[in-house]
């Protein structure tokens, strides 16, 4: 019987990106749906996860798992041994766990933080993201990657905020490459993969997204519609729709969400080989 794999995701979600590349690194064929995620989860969502009501959630042969980094740990086990993500020695399958929290515990809320904040919650959510960052250089020492040699589970799981290097460098006014050009020399040989490449938004249509919506990471997106937002520019590429200043105190989805959420949607099956 052939498998069925689906990935319910939302293309700027750092968490969703997380499975694409697992996925493509182990060449599994997947059905990518993607989700109206601030306006209308979708019923199949709502049923995979009824605890979280998140994405990213990967349905293999109809049974759900959840949390990126759980996912990404279930396609290593399941699929493609002979390239495995996860360290084979027990310490160091520890090791790359622990980084990955960290990830989750510091650079991610710093991240979100310096793109959805102002003033001086931006500014430490900025310092806490840097902080984060550089202390992930200091782990990568000279390495390729962080496992050594090889593409691992560390790499899958912190890459994609490259992807938002670029935002909250244009939203905060600092340089990442100058305070942590190790990482950024990592983040580029990591681009150069096909999985990490085909899986990580490009970095103007992110800056775009943030400065108009957030990262679809909480229900507080409407409520937190900042008036700088509407002041500043988008980049010229932009194909989101400008928000009104009225969308601002909406606390419902509202048409202009819909339309934004449906412009960026996309479902596709994918047949990718290593
Ligand atoms: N810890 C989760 C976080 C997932 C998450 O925050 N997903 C966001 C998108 S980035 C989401 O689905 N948000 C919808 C909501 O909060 O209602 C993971 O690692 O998968």
Not at 80 to 90: H, M, T
Request: hydrophobic share 35%; with cysteine.
């Amino acid at each position: 019987m052939a498998e069925e794999v689906i990935l319910l995701d939302f293309w700027p979600s750092t968490f969703g990106m997380r499975a694409r590349i697992a996925l493509r690194e182990k060449g599994v064929h997947f059905d990518l749906r993607e989700e109206e995620l601030l306006s209308n989860k979708s019923p199949l969502l709502l049923q995979m996860n009824p605890v979280h009501k998140k994405i990213p959630v990967l349905i293999h042969n109809g049974k759900p798992v959840c949390e990126s980094h759980i996912i990404v740990q279930y396609i290593d086990e399941t699929w493609g041994p002979e390239s495995p993500l996860l360290p084979s020695d027990p310490y160091e399958r520890a090791c790359a766990r622990f980084w990955v929290d960290y990830v989750d515990k510091k650079i991610s809320p710093g991240g979100r933080a310096a793109l959805r904040l102002t003033g001086e919650a931006q500014e430490a959510g900025k310092k806490e993201f840097i902080e984060g960052l550089k202390v992930m250089e200091g782990e990568l020492g000279d390495k390729a990657y962080f496992g050594g040699d090889r593409f691992g589970f560390l790499d899958v799981s912190l890459i994609p905020f490259y992807s938002r290097f670029y935002a909250v460098e244009t939203l905060t006014g600092c340089s990442i490459g100058e305070e942590c050009p190790k990482l950024v020399g990592w983040a580029k040989r990591c681009m150069q993969r096909e999985s990490v490449a085909k899986s990580l938004p490009d970095e103007h249509k992110v800056y775009d997204f943030m400065l108009e919506v957030g990262d679809g990471s909480g229900p507080t997106l409407t409520g937190h519609k900042r008036p700088e937002f509407y002041k500043r520019q988008l980049s010229p590429t932009s194909k989101i729709k400008r928000f009104s200043l009225a969308t601002e105190t909406t606390l419902g989805p509202s048409p202009e969400w819909q339309s934004l959420t449906i412009n960026s949607s996309h479902h596709h099956t994918e047949t990718h080989q290593p």
